[in-house]
T-cell receptor, first 108, second 113 residues
Framework: RKEVEQDPGPFNVPEGATVAFNCTYS??????FFWYRQDCRKEPKLLMS???SGNEDGRFTAQLNRASQYISLLIRDSKLSDSATYLC?????????FGKGTRLHILP | DGGITQSPKYLFRKEGQNVTLSCEQN?????MYWYRQDPGQGLRLIYY???????QKGDIAEGYSVSREKKESFPLTVTSAQKNPTAFYLC????????????FGEGSWLTVV
């Protein structure tokens, strides 16, 4: 079993819809959690950190459930510019572990 | 501006040649990383370094070598022993005072011809 798992997608979603991404991690000693966005042929860029209390940034909401070892990302009112691959990232000690990413296509 | 600079952005190499990819950061981060990404695939860790003059193998270190003589620099050499080196290479750094967030350079595209 991989340490960080995501649904690979692709998710094809009409503009304006709400999209939910899920991620599970297997090591309970994991310490920090992040969502990154990667556009085609570009480097990943930080979208948001994820906290147990949940956090929101505009249309984006991230949630962490340590008991279930589960991380989520919700995108509301999706835009064409949200099309990208979304990476779940987990930090444990000196290691950074990336999920394989979920591809999102927003359809006009 | 603070950030991570990778060079070259595009590189072509003949089979049997070694090539070195540069990575420089001015973020004062202690930890630096090299990842490889193949088309449609996730990131795989090649090497990482937590401190100057020390580095650790990642999941796919065979055929690669690194050095960390200065805090701001972490070059990666792709040797002729690497059987399938054509890929997108990403350098990253992380600082404990930046919330453990990892920051990436723009990447280097290596093609073996």
């Amino acid at each position: 079993r991989k340490e960080v798992e995501q649904d690979p997608g692709p998710f094809n979603v009409p503009e304006g819809a709400t999209v939910a991404f899920n991620c599970t991690y297997s090591n309970s000693a994991s310490q920090s959690f992040f969502w990154y966005r990667q556009d085609c042929r570009k480097e990943p860029k930080l979208l948001m950190s994820v906290y147990s209390s949940g956090n929101e940034d505009g249309r984006f909401t991230a949630q962490l459930n340590r008991a279930s070892q589960y991380i989520s990302l919700l995108i509301r009112d999706s835009k064409l510019s949200d099309s990208a691959t979304y990476l779940c990232v987990v930090n444990r000690d000196d290691k950074i572990i990336f999920g394989k990413g979920t591809r999102l296509h927003i359809l006009p | 501006d603070g950030g991570i600079t990778q060079s070259p952005k595009y590189l072509f190499r003949k089979e049997g040649q070694n090539v070195t990819l540069s990575c420089e950061q001015n973020l004062n981060h202690d930890a630096m990383y090299w990842y490889r990404q193949d088309p449609g695939q996730g990131l795989r860790l090649i090497y990482y370094s937590q401190i100057v003059n020390d580095f650790q193998k990642g999941d796919i270190a065979e055929g690669y070598s690194v050095s960390r003589e200065k805090k701001e620099s972490f070059p990666l050499t792709v040797t002729s022993a690497q059987k399938n080196p054509t890929a997108f290479y990403l350098c990253a750094s992380r600082g404990i005072y930046s919330g453990n967030t990892i920051y990436f350079g723009e990447g280097s595209w290596l093609t073996v011809v």
